[in-house]
């Protein structure tokens, strides 16, 4: 790789940990096989080669967004228009999202959401019910945008053509990318668009994705994995001022099946147009982070191992109070009343010695 696709920078830092819960090679080569390269200035991971706009188009259009539910007639495959478990996380993603939004005192009562990447819809339908937003759903899933608009009342909705390019009858007061902005294959490229042509004059941005420290590298259509620090240098690199921003446990219901889950945290970020202060272009922070993903990736398999041993520990420990219990039960039930009251008589007198 010759240079990061972020800041231009030409030294770069192939990732060389990988481990059996945060893989950081490509779950799926045939989508795109890739190598992971941590900037060394701006420290972004950037994988290396990138999915080509059309790739990411043309996957996003096949079967991304299969329900896994799909009944199939000779030729014939029918789906679902709603993905179960996902609708439920992404209606709780809005949890933190509030929570910013109280924490930084920003006012969007009956104001212009857009979600980016808004699929069902069920991010924007917590807005509407809670802040009586006006909310534009914007998505690349016709069957998601269908049922946002119908069955939540999702104000309008519009279909992905140029992410880059595409315009918005209204001015927007604050844009949200929920799990999407790691998926961009050039955000300097978007927050620009979103800066110049999608937001109001007092316009906001609010971006959740995966955390660096604790996150796989292995989805190939996550160009880009950030850190605070990283996150930070593009949107301000793009004139954004960062108001909030920091990592959070995932809200709600964990898949236990999904071992990672236990560790995984996210960056949650709320921004707003015109940076104030200056933009230090050349922060050198690659290699800190580079450290400290390769630091927090070994301690989340500790972590598991020690916690998995610590339960089976438990186990075997309430195993032989069982074992135990019911021997006592079983022996005790056979003592005749009258070694019973021996050993009882017995017991008084051996204690009336200590008198
Ligand atoms: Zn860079």
């Given at each position: ?57 043309k996957y996003y259009n096949s079967d991304y967004r299969n329900t896994g539910h799909q009944l199939t007639f000779n030729e014939k495959v029918i789906d679902f228009p709603l ?229 089976l520990l438990k186990d075997l420990v309430e195993l032989l109070i069982t074992i135990c219990s019911r021997l006592i039960n079983y022996f005790s039930s056979r003592i005749s ?19």
């Amino acid at each position: 790789m010759e240079k990061c696709n972020i800041c231009e920078y030409e030294k770069l830092i192939l990732v060389d940990f990988n481990n059996i819960f945060l893989r950081t090679e490509s779950k799926n080569k045939n989508v795109h096989d890739y190598k992971n390269f941590i900037c060394k200035n701006c420290g972004v991971l950037n994988q290396s080669p990138q999915m080509s706009e059309e790739q990411l188009s043309k996957y996003y259009n096949s079967d991304y967004r299969n329900t896994g539910h799909q009944l199939t007639f000779n030729e014939k495959v029918i789906d679902f228009p709603l993905k179960f478990d996902q609708t439920g996380i992404s209606f709780q993603r809005f949890h933190y999202f509030q929570k910013i939004i109280e924490k930084t005192n920003l006012d969007i009562f009956k104001k212009n959401i857009l979600d980016f990447g808004s699929y069902q819809g069920s991010f924007l339908y917590a807005c509407k019910k809670f802040y009586d937003s006006y909310t534009i759903g914007y998505d690349y899933n016709d069957e998601g945008l269908k049922f946002s608009k119908n069955f939540l009342e999702i104000d309008e909705v519009f279909k992905t053509k140029d992410i880059y390019s595409d315009l918005f009858p209204k001015k927007i007061k604050i844009c949200t990318l929920i799990h999407v902005f790691e998926h961009l294959g050039n955000p300097n490229k978007f927050l620009k668009h979103v800066h110049k042509n999608i937001l109001e004059e007092n316009g906001y941005i609010y971006i959740e994705v995966p955390d660096i420290q604790s996150s796989h590298y292995s989805d190939p259509t996550h160009c880009f994995t950030y850190s605070q620090d990283s996150l930070k240098y593009v949107l301000e690199k793009n004139d954004f001022e960062i108001l909030y921003i920091n990592n959070h446990k995932i809200f709600g219901k964990i898949d236990k099946n999904i071992p990672r889950r236990n560790f995984q945290y996210n960056l949650h970020c709320l921004a707003k147009k015109n940076l104030k202060k200056s933009f230090n272009e050349f922060p050198k922070q690659g290699y800190k982070i580079y450290i400290q993903s390769k630091k927090n990736h070994s301690k989340v398999l500790n972590k598991y191992i020690l916690n998995k041993t610590k339960e089976l520990l438990k186990d075997l420990v309430e195993l032989l109070i069982t074992i135990c219990s019911r021997l006592i039960n079983y022996f005790s039930s056979r003592i005749s009343i009258s070694f019973y009251e021996k050993i009882k008589i017995n017991i008084s007198k051996f204690l009336r010695n200590f008198k």
